[in-house]
């Protein structure tokens, strides 16, 4: 190593170089802004709970997306993936003592930031620090014991790459008719259907009543041929 009279020690012996940054948080740092964190993503209004994500990974105030639902178009940038409130999920977020809302990893006591990424799961809503989700080998988890799959951890503000996964994550749910909750996706009701059952229904009625109407005229007919023709056997018999 040296200083031992025989050589003299190198730059690297002597300071040591910090390690290299991992691709995941250069993308992530790249990607994301800070108002991510702290604004909501279709009203930039300040977050405030009760705060929920939809499976994106976007952070809205609840009282937002309800807003959207009821009135898509007092929402300017309104997601169309989300069509209920089955589409997100609320998380379980603390309160600092200024009362503004604290991102802080129970497991790590790191707070979410550019530098470190944060999850939630699906569908308690509890909020840790991904690396720490991606440690565990039992998926179960740490606050409420809720089950999970892997599938079920959703990033929040995901890089290019976890959106892809999230994207695919929606269109497996989709068609196993499942929302983002993993709650049952509701039946969409076919209006036109049942504008055509209704219609049919009103024409066969229509049409059930003419068949009425014209065999009672059909039977009083044939009542008025019977009688007739029993009536003059009658004359006949009384003339003979």
Same mark, same amino acid.
């Given at each position: 190593?040296?200083?031992? %009279?025989?050589?003299? &020690?190198?730059?690297?012996?002597?300071?040591?170089?910090?390690?290299?940054?991992?691709?995941?948080?250069i993308? @992530?740092?790249?990607?994301?802004k800070?108002?991510? *964190?702290?604004?909501?993503?279709i009203?930039?209004?300040?977050? #405030? &709970?009760p +705060?929920?994500s939809?499976?994106?990974?976007?952070? #809205?105030?609840?009282?937002?997306?309800?807003?959207?639902?009821?009135?898509?178009?007092?929402?300017?940038?309104?997601?169309?993936? +989300?069509?209920?409130?089955?589409?997100?999920?609320?998380?379980?977020?603390?309160?600092?003592?200024? %009362?503004?809302?604290?991102?802080?990893c &129970? +497991?790590?006591?790191?707070?979410?930031?550019?530098? #470190?990424?944060f $999850? #939630?799961?699906?569908p308690?809503?509890?909020? @840790?620090?991904?690396? $720490?989700?991606?440690? *565990?080998? !039992?998926?179960?988890?740490?606050?409420c014991?809720?089950?999970?799959?892997?599938?079920?951890?959703?990033?929040?503000?995901?890089?290019?790459?976890?959106?892809?996964?999230?994207?695919?994550?929606? /269109?497996?749910?989709?068609?196993?008719?499942?929302?983002?909750? /993993?709650?049952?996706?509701?039946?969409?009701?076919n209006?036109?259907?049942?504008?055509?059952?209704?219609?049919?229904?009103?024409?066969?009625s229509?049409?059930?009543?003419?068949?009425?109407?014209?065999?009672?005229?059909?039977?009083?007919?044939?009542?008025?041929? !019977?009688?007739?023709?029993?009536?003059?056997?009658?004359?006949?018999?009384?003339?003979?």
């Open positions: 190593m040296g200083n031992d %009279g025989g050589s003299l &020690p190198t730059r690297n012996e002597l300071v040591k170089e910090p390690g290299k940054v991992p691709p995941l948080d993308d @992530f740092k790249r990607s994301v800070s108002s991510q *964190f702290s604004q909501c993503a009203t930039d209004e300040p977050l #405030y &709970p +705060i929920v939809c499976g994106l990974g976007k952070l #809205y105030n609840k009282a937002s997306i309800l807003q959207m639902l009821l009135d898509r178009s007092s929402v300017p940038k309104s997601p169309s993936h +989300i069509k209920s409130l089955k589409d997100v999920v609320q998380l379980q977020v603390e309160l600092d003592d200024s %009362g503004k809302v604290l991102w802080l &129970p +497991i790590t006591r790191h707070v979410m930031s550019d530098t #470190y990424q $999850a #939630y799961i699906v308690c809503g509890h909020v @840790f620090e991904y690396s $720490a989700l991606k440690q *565990f080998g !039992e998926k179960m988890c740490f606050q014991n809720q089950v999970y799959e892997e599938k079920d951890v959703i990033p929040i503000n995901p890089n290019a790459e976890q959106l892809k996964t999230l994207s695919k994550r929606l /269109l497996d749910l989709a068609l196993s008719e499942k929302t983002h909750s /993993l709650n049952k996706a509701s039946k969409k009701s209006k036109n259907g049942d504008k055509k059952r209704k219609h049919v229904s009103k024409s066969n229509k049409h059930a009543k003419h068949e009425l109407r014209t065999n009672r005229m059909l039977d009083g007919e044939n009542v008025k041929s !019977e009688t007739s023709v029993t009536d003059m056997e009658r004359v006949k018999r009384v003339k003979i």
